[in-house]
């Protein structure tokens, strides 16, 4: 994410397999250790990761491997639905140590409004698209049926009361959704004030794109395929923000 939170979408990867089996987890391991080249030449790690202990049938195993990598950044969490729920805080469990849960439903409401923007700025969302608006890196229309599956309704509590909740529809799948809350819950667990932290970060660091001189072996470029093409930009996004004004 940039300044205004303004973000970018680089990649998105599923990964099956059994989670109670090694694979997964190492090729997981590989992901972490990618690095992505801008177009000027600068290399782009992942500086945190949130790991989803889901519906605690695995929570030990992946305590435990998070604990294990947190020098690379890596945590584990877990969502908690409802108001006024903080965006990210540590879990007081003594058995979850450095488990960090998530306020997911302010999220949510956040990237569907994101979703809406429609000139990059504060809060817009580039996605990544190649020649004549195919999609790549994963940005697959599935991709972006599962970023707009949840629609978000009123309900009334057992006192009464009218409260927002998000509602999935049956069979449907919200990985993407899942994916993005989590990375936005990662960018708060690297700084407590994590909106500073960008501007400092983006006022300091001159990110112009220029033609990369020499791309390391392993690395993959992800300069912008919008300076080359800005009208794909908007068409892709309308896909998106197409199914998040439903709302």
């Known amino acids: 994410m940039g300044l205004g939170l303004e973000n970018w979408l680089i990649e998105y990867t599923e990964f099956w397999g059994d989670p109670r089996q090694g694979e997964v987890w190492n ?19 992942i500086s945190r990761a949130g790991v989803d202990t889901g519906d605690g049938n695995l929570s030990p195993q992946i305590l435990s491997y998070c604990n294990a990598r947190q020098a690379r950044g890596v945590y584990a969490v877990k969502g908690q639905g409802g108001d006024r729920i903080p ?15 998530v306020g997911v439903d302010g999220i949510k409401a956040d990237i569907m409004s994101w979703l809406r923007i429609d000139k990059p700025g504060d809060g817009y969302c580039h996605f990544p698209i190649g020649k004549d ?41 919200n990985e993407a959704l899942d994916v993005f809350v989590y990375s936005r819950a990662a960018l708060r667990i690297m700084s407590p004030n994590d909106e500073l932290m960008l501007k400092r970060l983006f006022l300091s660091v ?3 794109a220029k033609a990369a001189s ?3 072996k392993g690395d993959i470029d992800i300069t912008p395929q919008e300076r080359k093409k800005p009208k794909n930009r ?14």
């Open 206 to 208: 001159p990110w112009e």
């Open 87 to 101: 965006l990210v805080r540590p879990s007081k469990n003594a058995r979850e140590r450095q488990l960090f849960l």
């Open 27 to 45: 090729r997981i391991d590989d992901l972490l250790s990618r690095r992505w080249s801008y177009g000027n030449g600068k290399k782009l790690k």
């Open 133 to 173: 608006e195919q999609p790549i890196n994963g940005c697959t229309t599935d991709f972006f049926t599962m970023l707009t599956a949840e629609k978000r309704v009123i309900r009334q509590d057992k006192k009464g009361f009218s409260k927002y909740e998000w509602i999935k529809p049956s069979g449907a799948r």
């Open 214 to 216: 020499e791309t390391d």
């Open 234 to 247: 908007v068409n892709i996004n309308a896909r998106a923000r197409a199914a998040a004004l439903t709302l």
